[in-house]
């Protein structure tokens, strides 16, 4: 059974810095990787989805990088302002199944 | 395009009594979700459906829970004999069958029962 954890549960950090968020999971049979972004009581937004075959994808100040064989990926998000307080979550797809495994997210204050 | 939405946003309902959610997916969309999250986790699966076709289902789903899908547009999520356990955030997305399938999240119907 596919387990998806995150670490930090909680980040806060001064406007300006950059930061590295990172999610790990068990099982490497992945066939993506999303990162999600959450602000409180709303939806999920998708910030960036790597492929398995993908070593990372990039989005503005967002860069997401992914190892398999490792089990890890990292959200990186450079000159952080205080609009990217959020909670933000990790989510794999295994192998042939369609429902994503979301980890319990990593809640980050950036303070100004 | 104008996102996943859900109705209501918000419901409080004592013990016992049933409630129906509702999720209207984005139009060309033909795979929906409905995922479950309580406070400080992540959301987790209960069920999907292609187009009209409910075709997983997860444990959690117990049998006081149905999901409907006619004509594989808009896409209803019925709890029966409510129970306090069952209070959550119940999030519903949609995505259309392609090579990545990025999942849309609509807001989520916050459902709390007393």
């Known amino acids: 059974k596919q387990e998806v954890t995150q670490i930090p549960a909680a980040l806060s950090v001064p406007e300006g810095e950059n930061l590295v968020l990172n999610c790990s999971f068990t099982?490497?049979?992945?066939?993506?990787l999303q990162w999600f972004r959450q602000d409180p009581g709303k939806g999920l937004t998708s910030l960036l989805l790597i492929q398995s075959s993908q070593r990372e994808q990039t989005s503005g100040r967002l860069n997401a990088s992914l190892d398999k064989s490792s089990g890890r990926s990292t959200l990186y998000i450079a000159a952080s302002q205080p609009g990217d307080s959020a909670t933000y979550l990790c989510?794999?797809?295994?192998?042939?199944?369609?429902?994503?495994?979301f980890g319990s997210g990593t809640q980050l204050t950036v303070l100004p | 395009d104008t996102g996943v939405s859900q109705d209501p946003r918000h419901k409080i309902t004592k013990r016992g009594q049933n409630v129906t959610f509702r999720c209207d997916p984005i139009?060309?969309?033909?795979?929906l979700y409905w995922y479950r999250q309580t406070l400080g986790q992540g959301p987790e699966f209960l069920t999907y459906?292609?187009?009209?076709?409910?075709?997983?289902k997860s444990r959690l789903l117990s049998d006081r829970f149905s999901a409907e899908r006619p004509k594989g547009s808009f896409s209803t999520l019925e709890i029966q004999r409510t129970e306090q356990g069952d209070s959550a955030m119940y999030l519903c997305?949609?995505?259309?069958?392609?090579?990545?399938?990025?999942?849309?999240f609509g807001s989520g119907t916050q459902l709390s029962v007393l």
């Open positions: 099982d490497s049979a992945i066939y993506n």
């Open positions: 997305a949609s995505t259309k069958i392609a090579t990545n399938e990025k999942l849309f």
């Open positions: 989510a794999v797809r295994t192998g042939s199944a369609r429902q994503l495994t």
């Open positions: 139009s060309e969309h033909n795979r």
């Open positions: 459906f292609q187009n009209e076709a409910q075709l997983e």
